[in-house]
C-alpha cells in the first residue's frame, strides 16, 4: 500500500521511521516532510492547506491511506474532505476536533457529560471576562479559545496579571476566552486510539513543556518527554478512560461526529483523581517520539484498522517494558525567535550509542545539515529506568555536535527523583 504522510517534524519522523518498517507499506510519501522523514519517504512538494492538491496528488499516486501529523489541517477539515473522496484517512474529521481546535467545545461537552475537568466560564466580551475573573480564587486559569500552540494559557498569580492576560486576549477581534479553575496535581499525558466505538489504550508519557530546566522560563511546544509516566498507575489510568476519554468518545458519536484517531488528553492527577485539562486531536511532540521508540507491533497496520473502523478486531498494542526518553534540542532563541542556519554534526556518533535522533526543524544546504526552526533534533533513547533512559539520551544529545542550539539538562527529573 501506498501511504501519504502530512507533516515536518519530530513526531512525523518517528511515525516514518515507525511506518517504514510495516511490510504492509510499498511507497511512503511524505508532505512537507524534512531530512529525516526523506530517510524513509519520498517528499512531495504538495501545499497541506491547499486541499484539492492534496486529493490530486493522492489519486495520482494510488495512496491507499493518509497520515495527518499535526493539528492544523484536521481543524481545517483535511480529513473530512479526504473522507469524501473515499480514502483512509488517520485523523479525526472537523468537527471532532474541535476537542483540540475550540476549548470552549470541549469544556460544554464535559460539562453536559459531567466529565471532571477544572470549572469555568467561557466568555466573548472582555467585560464580561473582567466581570467572571471576580468568581474565581487565585491563582487563576486564562486561556484563549482556539488552537494556540501551546501559548494561549496563562496562569494568573494575582489579580493583575489575570486583567492583563484577558486584555491581551481580547486586543485581537473576536476573541473569545475560557476561565478556569486551578488544578492541583501532576501533569501525564494518556494516548488513547479510537474508531469512534472501540477505544484502546496507546500508552502514557510526561512531558515538559518549560523551556528551562527545573520547569522555568516560558512554555514551548515541548523540550522533552517519556513514556511510560508511572505516576498514571494502571487503576489512574482505568478510571481516566471510564470518566473521561470513553464518555467522550460517546457524547460524539452521538452527535453524529465520531472520532477517529488518537485522542490525546492532558492530565491533572489531583488528589481527587484524574481531571481533563485539554484534549489534543494528534499525538503529542514529543510524545511520538517515545511512544514510537516502546511500540513493537505494526504501526501501519494498527492506524488502518482505526481509520476502517475495526479496531474492535485488534490485539492490544504492545510496547517495550522499558522507559523511552526523549530531549529536544532546540535552536537559540527558542520559543521566541531561533537563529536558523546553525550546522550540526554528530548524527551518526550520536546513533552509535544506541539512540535514536529524529529530526524536526531541520534542512540540507548543500551537504550541510543545519537548523531551519525551533525544535530541532529529538534524540531519543531506552533504558531500564528512567534513569538508564535520561543516561542513554544525554550521551547521546553530547555527541552532537550543534553550537547554535541548546537543550534542557534534566528531562525526566520527576521520574528519576522517585527512583531510589
Ligand atoms: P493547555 O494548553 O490547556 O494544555 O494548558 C497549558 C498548560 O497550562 C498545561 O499543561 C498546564 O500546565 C497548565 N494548565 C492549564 N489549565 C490548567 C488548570 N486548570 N489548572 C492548572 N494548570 C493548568
Ligand atoms: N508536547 C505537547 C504537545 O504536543 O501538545
Redesign the pocket.
Known amino acids: 500500500m501506498n501511504v501519504l504522510l502530512l507533516g515536518s517534524g519530530g513526531r512525523e519522523h518517528a511515525l516514518a521511521w515507525k511506518l517504514a518498517q510495516s511490510p504492509l507499506l510499498e511507497r511512503l510519501y511524505a508532505a512537507p516532510g524534512n531530512p529525516g522523514i526523506a530517510e524513509h519517504a519520498e517528499i512531495v512538494d504538495i501545499a497541506v492547506n491547499d486541499h484539492r492538491a492534496v486529493i490530486d496528488f493522492c489519486l495520482r499516486h494510488s495512496i491507499g491511506f493518509v497520515v495527518i501529523g499535526p493539528e492544523a489541517p484536521l481543524v481545517a477539515g483535511l480529513a473530512d474532505n479526504l473522507r469524501t473522496m473515499g480514502l483512509a484517512v488517520f485523523g479525526p474529521n472537523k468537527v471532532p476536533a474541535q476537542l483540540e481546535g475550540s ?1 470552549g467545545f470541549t469544556k460544554d461537552l464535559c460539562a453536559r457529560e459531567r466529565i471532571p ?2 470549572g ?1 466560564v467561557r466568555c466573548e466580551s472582555r467585560d464580561g471576562a473582567l466581570a467572571s475573573l471576580e468568581d474565581f480564587g487565585l ?1 487563576v ?1 486564562i ?1 484563549a479559545d482556539g488552537l ?1 500552540a ?1 501559548k ?2 496563562t ?1 494568573a498569580f494575582t489579580h493583575e496579571e489575570a486583567e492583563g492576560a484577558v486584555h491581551a486576549i481580547f486586543a485581537e477581534p473576536g476573541a473569545s476566552v475560557v476561565i ?5 496535581g501532576e ?1 501525564a499525558s494518556l494516548f488513547v486510539l479510537t474508531d469512534g466505538e472501540t477505544l484502546v489504550s496507546f500508552g502514557s508519557a510526561q512531558d515538559h ?1 518549560r523551556v528551562g530546566d527545573g520547569d522555568t522560563g516560558p ?1 514551548t511546544g515541548g523540550m522533552g518527554a517519556y513514556s511510560p509516566a508511572p505516576v498514571l498507575t494502571p487503576a489512574l489510568e482505568a478510571r481516566a478512560i471510564d470518566e473521561i476519554v470513553r464518555p467522550t468518545i460517546a457524547a460524539l458519536a452521538r452527535m453524529g461526529a465520531p472520532y477517529s484517531g488518537v485522542l490525546y488528553a ?1 492530565l ?1 492527577l489531583t488528589p481527587t483523581g484524574p ?1 481533563l ?2 484534549y489534543n486531536a494528534r499525538f503529542g511532540d514529543p510524545e511520538c517520539q517515545v511512544l514510537m521508540m516502546r511500540y513493537t507491533g505494526d504501526l501501519l497496520q494498527l492506524m488502518l484498522a482505526v481509520a476502517k473502523g475495526e479496531l474492535a478486531g485488534q490485539p492490544a498494542p504492545t510496547f517495550a517494558a522499558r522507559t523511552a526518553l526523549t530531549v529536544v534540542m532546540a535552536a537559540n532563541g527558542y520559543p521566541g525567535t531561533p537563529e536558523t542556519g546553525g550546522a550540526i554534526a554528530g548524527i551518526e556518533r550520536a546513533e552509535a550509542t544506541g539512540a535514536k535522533v529524529f529530526h524536526a526543524g531541520t534542512r540540507m544546504d548543500g551537504d550541510t545539515l543545519v537548523a531551519a526552526g525551533g525544535r530541532v533534533l529529538s534524540v531519543t533513547a531506552l533504558g531500564e529506568t528512567a534513569k538508564a533512559a535520561q543516561a542513554a539520551a544525554y550521551a547521546a544529545v553530547d555527541a552532537i555536535d550543534f553550537p547554535t542550539g541548546f537543550s534542557r539538562r534534566d528531562i525526566g527529573w520527576r521520574e528519576v527523583a522517585r527512583q531510589p
Open positions: 476549548k475537568t477544572a469555568y491563582p486559569v486561556k494556540a501551546g494561549g494559557v496562569v478556569e479553575e486551578f488544578l492541583e501533569e513543556k512554555n492532558g491533572m481531571k485539562i485539554e
